[in-house]
């Protein structure tokens, strides 16, 4: 008698994606930042809603575009 063949395998697919850690510094680092705007806001007459925004925009808008640097940098090659 002979050994059934086993089933074809499928060809690997490279690395497992990985998902990012919830708790990141840089996303620390960002709470911070909005915190202190919102500290700013609150205790200054200069600083008003719009400029809170304003600043709060352009700070998401570069954590958006770093972190999007960041993890295109890690793209595995295959």
Do not use: C, H
Not at 29 to 53: C, E, K, M, R
Not at 61 to 69: E, K, Q
């Amino acid at each position: 008698m002979t050994d059934p063949t086993p089933p074809p395998q499928r060809p690997a697919m490279g690395m497992p994606a990985t998902l990012p850690i919830p708790g990141n510094a840089e996303f620390a680092l960002y709470l911070v930042i909005v915190v202190v705007f919102a500290i700013i806001w609150a205790a200054s007459d200069a600083f008003d809603v719009s400029g809170f925004v304003t600043a709060t925009t352009v700070l998401t808008a570069a954590y958006f575009i770093s972190r999007g640097i960041a993890k295109a940098s890690r793209v595995y090659e295959q």
